[in-house]
Structure formats: structure tokens, C-alpha cells
């Protein structure tokens, strides 16, 4: 057998590493690698043909290819932009767009010719684009829906869904450890044949903003959603180890679970479409954090301001609330205010600008569905949302809130209960006609029992025969509330509480025994 001598094992060293150093120190690590080696210029699957450009705003177009080569984009709205590549192999611009005009929908095409190649788009709308995230509520499409919940209205909803103005860039579920520069994925339009595919809360959204006569205008929605994932999933790494409590509390731990692992969908699926020009952004997640409260807070806001940070605005953020859920018996009577907390939490990002949440505790269709996370009412989540934009974004007069809570007063055994007036509209009513539920009171006991509820005018007012001295009132705050009380355009009434009572808790008592 042949003796290696000293000098063998250095060149035999020195080939490993340089093989190494040819692959790539990333192995494993998709769409990092160094584009600065090839002439060919490329672009992300973010741009595609049938893709839809935010409207009156300049918008970033970027790839990559050789260094010091030259870019030219030609828009056939009349814009051109010239770049060059950089030393990192990187190049990226901005073109104008041109504003959209209610009812028109002109198609457009844009290309970018490098010094080897060129790139075309074709069937390009410009209009509003919306990115559409969270976890399964959110990723459940029509098909899905349907097949596994008998969704209401199926049929006639897939046969009047002939919207090729409508487009979706479905982002193709994946993770990653570190941040990618690409992800899977094409624009699709909107009709009967692929409307089953969408994300039933972004189809719902994005045609209720443009059936509205007053906008009008293409809507180009990206589906960002992973079924199961934690919100830590969506943070970015830095931004979890900046904070002491989110470290601790995300990043320390060892999970096996990739749903709960952070800024693995971050890095796979928000990271390779920053900065792709947005409106802004719904969010439909909370299942897989009930119980963080306090820390999803600072979760959900960090992750607000670091993906407003990454785009570079200050896009609205519109979210969706908890609905009413059983985790094990559903024939139990409703004693646990988890859920009631957490929804608390949620509402927490309205506590900076433009955000919005809406409720969803009079959506189920019955109280057995309270066992399942997945409710059935897909398309008035849609609409709600749509109803936030639409006031907010679009300045049209809509009503967009449910009853919300301004102030309450004791007297006697009685407490009554106003609300904001701006949330009242026509004033308050039932869903059902019947008689008002999820409302319990307590005296210094800490004991909530069910209360009767009556609507007096713009008030409520409730009491107990168990409550002689109430001190506090709740509203919707326990973890299978179905609610029935809402303003006169059909949209529910906030949950709230009037303590911060910790040791708060709800007596086992029906509420048919008190109406």
C-alpha cells in the first residue's frame, strides 16, 4: 500500500477546499448563490406574465446578471429606466406607474433587455395589489373549502367567478434558514376554471374591492399563507434576537415542528417578494400562538413595523380575530376566558397607524363548528376586510366597524353599556331577533355569571339576579362566545371587558336561564 507523504495530503487539503469553495459555502441553501458570473440577465418569479403593477406609484424592478452590464426597462405606458448591474451581480430600478381609472383596465407589457438577453411580460394589469399571509385559515382555497366543509353557496359562487381582472400570485409553501432570493410561483387570473384555487378570504377581498363602482381597478393579490405556522415563523431572525423576550421566548428553544420554528417562512416566502410594490397586507393567523398573549403583542407589531421597514411604507395591515372555539367537549358551557384574552392581544396592533381588525364571533353556522379552527364563513371575512379598505384606502363611505365599546355606568344592579358612535350607524340590533347573548357580570366576587342584556336605545343594558352589586361587565370574551349583537349594517359587536381582573371566573350557569 502507497505511503502518503506531507506533501500528498497538502494537495489532497488543498483539492477539498477548493472544491468546497466551488459549490458554495450554502449548501443546501437554494437562490443564494452568486449570479455575477453569467451575462444572462434574470429576474424572480414575482414577475411574470399576467402580473398586476401597484398603480400611480414607482415600483421596483430588479434581477440580476453581470456586473457593469447595462439594463434598460421599457413599460409600454411610455416609461423607460436605465440601470447596471453591480458588483454583487445585483440591478434594480424604478418605473412609474401609471394611476388606475375605475372601469378600465388596459393591458400592458414590459421589457427588460440586458446586453445578452431580454425578458418580456405580457398581459400586464396595473391597478392594487394586496398581500394575503397567515396560516390555514387564511390558505384554505374555494376547492378546499367545499370539499372539507361543505361551503355555503359553493356552486353559485364558482360559476359567477369570471373575473380575469382579478390575479393571484400564489407563493409556493417552502421554509428556509436563511433569507431567500426567490421563491415558486406564477400569476393567475381569475375565472370559473381557476377561481377553486384561490385562497377563499383573498378571492372574497379582492373582488368585494372591485365590484365596488367607485374603485373599480385591477386586483393583484399574493397568497402568502402556510397552514399550522406560528407568527414567529413570518419574523425576521434579527428582529426576534433583538428582543429579550421574543428571544427567549422563539428563538432559544429547540422545536422539532417546522410550523413553529421562526423566520423559516420569512426567509422562503416574504423575503423573495420585498420589495414588490403593495397596497397592503391581510392577515389571517393567530391558532397556532392562543395562549403567548402579551408576547404575540410584541410579535405581531414587531412583525408589522419590520415588514413596513422592509418595503419601505407604511402599507396598511388589516387582521382578522380569533373565532369562538371548543378544544374538547363541545357540549360544555362556556367558562374559559383564554381565548377572550388573546383576542385582546390581537386587537393590540391597532395601536398603531393604519391597522384594523375585524370580528368574527357571529360567523359560525353552528355551535358545533366551535370544534373545528377551520369556520366555514370564508366569504363575510372577505368582505369585512374589504369594508376596512374600502374606508380607509379608498375613502368610500362604508361602514366598516361593529359596535365598539366606549364607557359604561353602574347603577343599582344594573350596568349600562354605551358604544362608539361612529360604530352604531342605524343603532344596535340582533343577528337572530333573539334575545341578546355572550354579555356576564360580576360583583367584587370576581365571579361572572351569564346576564341578561336588553337594548335600551344606543345602550345595553344588563344585570343578573346572582349579581346584586355588579362591579364588571364582559362582552364575547370567553373561548366559544357566538355572538348575535351588531349594529344595523350587519356588522358584529367588539368583544371587551371593563376589569383586569386575573382571577376572574365564569360560573357554570346556561344563559337560556337568564334570558
Given at each position: 500500500?502507497?505511503?502518503?507523504?506531507?506533501?500528498?495530503?497538502?494537495?489532497?487539503?488543498?483539492?477539498?477546499?477548493?472544491?468546497?469553495?466551488?459549490?458554495?459555502?450554502?449548501?443546501?441553501?437554494?437562490?443564494?448563490?452568486?449570479?455575477?458570473?453569467?451575462?444572462?440577465?434574470?429576474?424572480?418569479?414575482?414577475?411574470?406574465?399576467?402580473?398586476?403593477?401597484?398603480?400611480?406609484?414607482?415600483?421596483?424592478?430588479?434581477?440580476?446578471?453581470?456586473s457593469g452590464d447595462k439594463i434598460e426597462i421599457i413599460a409600454s405606458w411610455g416609461k423607460t429606466k436605465k440601470t447596471t448591474v453591480g458588483i454583487d451581480g445585483k440591478w434594480k430600478a424604478k418605473i412609474e406607474t401609471p394611476k388606475a381609472n375605475a372601469g378600465q383596465a388596459p393591458i400592458y407589457t414590459l421589457s427588460v433587455k440586458g446586453q445578452v438577453n431580454s425578458i418580456s411580460f405580457d398581459n400586464i394589469l396595473i391597478g392594487e395589489v394586496w398581500v394575503c399571509a397567515g396560516q390555514s385559515n387564511m390558505e384554505i382555497s374555494l376547492k378546499a373549502l367545499e370539499k372539507r366543509f361543505d361551503a355555503v353557496d359553493y356552486n353559485n359562487e364558482m360559476q359567477a367567478a369570471n373575473y380575469p381582472n382579478i390575479r393571484l400570485f400564489n407563493v409556493k409553501k417552502d421554509s428556509a434558514q436563511i433569507p431567500q432570493v426567490n421563491c415558486s410561483g406564477s400569476w393567475t387570473s381569475c375565472s370559473t376554471a381557476t377561481v377553486a384555487n384561490f385562497s377563499a378570504v383573498a378571492y372574497y377581498f379582492g373582488r368585494q374591492l372591485y365590484t365596488n363602482k367607485n374603485v373599480n381597478v385591477p386586483i393583484g393579490l399574493i397568497q402568502d399563507a402556510f397552514s399550522g405556522s406560528a407568527i414567529q415563523c413570518w419574523l425576521k431572525r434579527d428582529v426576534l434576537e433583538a428582543d429579550s423576550v421574543l428571544k427567549k421566548k422563539y428563538v432559544d428553544p429547540v422545536v422539532s415542528s417546522t410550523t413553529k420554528k421562526p423566520y423559516l417562512f420569512y426567509n422562503a416566502m416574504i423575503a423573495p417578494i420585498i420589495p414588490f410594490a403593495i397596497k397592503g397586507v391581510i392577515w389571517y393567523q393567530g391558532e397556532s400562538n392562543v395562549g403567548d398573549n402579551e408576547i404575540y403583542t410584541k410579535a405581531n407589531l414587531a412583525m408589522i413595523k419590520d415588514w413596513r421597514k422592509d418595503w419601505g411604507t407604511d402599507f396598511s395591515f388589516y387582521a382578522v380575530q380569533m373565532t369562538p372555539r371548543f378544544y374538547k367537549d363541545k357540549q360544555a358551557n362556556d367558562t374559559k376566558f383564554g381565548r377572550g384574552i388573546f383576542r385582546d392581544c390581537q386587537s393590540a396592533i391597532m395601536t398603531i397607524p393604519k391597522t384594523g381588525i375585524i370580528v368574527t364571533s357571529d360567523l359560525m353556522q353552528n355551535a358545533d363548528e366551535r370544534s373545528d379552527s377551520h369556520p366555514r364563513n370564508k366569504k363575510d371575512v372577505g368582505i369585512r376586510l374589504a369594508l376596512w379598505a374600502l374606508a380607509k384606502d379608498y375613502e368610500q363611505k362604508v361602514q366598516y366597524l361593529g359596535p365598539v365599546y366606549k364607557s359604561h355606568q353602574i347603577i343599582g344592579d344594573k350596568i349600562i353599556i354605551s358604544y362608539k358612535k361612529e360604530s352604531l350607524v342605524g343603532g344596535l340590533t340582533t343577528k337572530d331577533s333573539s334575545y341578546l347573548r355572550c354579555f356576564k357580570i360580576a360583583g367584587e366576587d370576581a365571579k361572572f355569571y351569564p346576564a341578561k342584556a336588553i337594548i335600551e336605545g344606543q345602550t345595553v343594558v344588563v344585570s343578573s339576579p346572582n349579581v346584586s352589586k355588579p362591579v364588571a361587565v364582559r362582552y364575547a370574551y370567553t373561548d366559544g362566545a357566538m355572538t348575535n349583537l351588531q349594529n344595523m349594517e350587519g356588522l358584529a359587536a367588539y368583544p371587551f371587558r371593563t376589569d383586569n381582573i386575573n382571577s376572574a371566573v365564569a360560573v357554570d350557569v346556561s344563559e337560556e336561564e337568564v334570558k
Open positions: 500500500m502507497r505511503k502518503f507523504s506531507i506533501q500528498d495530503c497538502a494537495k489532497i487539503l488543498l483539492f477539498v477546499v477548493l472544491f468546497f469553495a466551488t459549490i458554495g459555502t450554502g449548501f443546501g441553501q437554494q437562490n443564494t448563490i452568486s449570479r455575477t458570473e453569467t451575462a444572462t440577465i434574470t429576474m424572480p418569479n414575482i414577475f411574470g406574465n399576467n402580473m398586476v403593477l401597484q398603480q400611480n406609484t414607482q415600483v421596483p424592478i430588479w434581477g440580476w446578471g453581470k
